[in-house]
């Protein structure tokens, strides 16, 4: 009972169950599982019937898909304490879009398609607050669109180099990779062999110093700067 009380908890922090009551929350939490993967162990594939969705404690997952020519395009790292699969309650047609893998040992928690939508046809006032979240959503993943589409490469890198930082950082900062770099590039439309030669170019410059998965930012105002 302390173990579920503890993950109610937990859940108040995430979007999609802030705004569920105590009589909500123990509905959803009797529809809940645990899962363990191991590190390239995948959760779902694109196309498989969905009837669950998902919250990353630890680890991480990517999202992915493949292309007519077979190149995997990631298209989303998912991070603890983040949901995912959520959107397919309100699809007609319920299956995973994307295919689930994970990218090193990560542990999830499942939740109920069919009883979380139960609990949002039962109050029009849960359903307001949960797209008001849903909103929020909306605009940053417009904003990474806009990363992607209207920035270059660089660009791109930059940003994500940046984003690993306090917003304070003004000093030397260093960052530790646990995302491969080949995931890391195609998450953010880079070719690997491009992503590696951004990286050279920076370090050249004097405002990076790369140490395998150790990225040291030795000139932050100067990485804004390119922005």
């Known amino acids: 009972m302390k173990s579920e009380q503890l993950l109610a908890a937990a859940l108040k922090d995430v979007y999609l169950f ?8 123990a509905k959803i939490l009797q529809s809940s599982a645990l899962i363990n993967l191991a590190s390239r162990e995948t959760l779902f594939e694109a196309g498989q019937s969905a ?9 991480q997952v990517k999202l992915y898909c493949i292309s007519a020519d077979g190149d995997e395009k990631v298209m989303e790292i998912v991070h ?3 949901t995912f699969a959520e959107a397919i309650i309100f699809m007609h047609k319920h299956v995973y879009p994307l295919s689930a893998e994970a990218i090193n040992k990560s ?3 499942s939740f109920s398609m069919q009883t979380f939508k139960e609990i949002l046809e039962q109050s029009t006032e849960t359903c307001f607050r949960l797209m008001a979240g849903m909103s929020r959503r909306l605009h940053a993943r417009i904003y990474e669109i806009n ?5 270059n490469a660089t660009y791109r890198l930059v940003v994500f180099l940046l984003d690993q930082l306090p917003s304070e950082a003004l000093e030397l900062s260093q960052i530790h990779l646990i995302t491969p770099k080949s995931v890391v590039a195609s998450r953010l439309a880079i070719q690997p062999e491009t992503f590696s030669r951004i ?3 920076l370090s050249r410059t ?18 804004r700067a390119l922005l």
Do not use: A
């Open 206 to 223: 004097g405002l990076i110093e790369v140490d395998g998965n150790d990225i040291t930012l030795l000139n932050v105002e100067g990485l």
């Open 147 to 151: 990363n992607l589409t209207l920035h």
């Open 80 to 82: 603890p304490s983040q």
């Open 51 to 59: 009837q669950r969705f998902y919250l990353l404690k630890s680890g």
């Open 199 to 201: 990286l050279t170019r």
């Open 18 to 25: 802030e705004m569920l009551n105590e009589k909500q929350m």
């Open 107 to 109: 542990e999830l928690i």
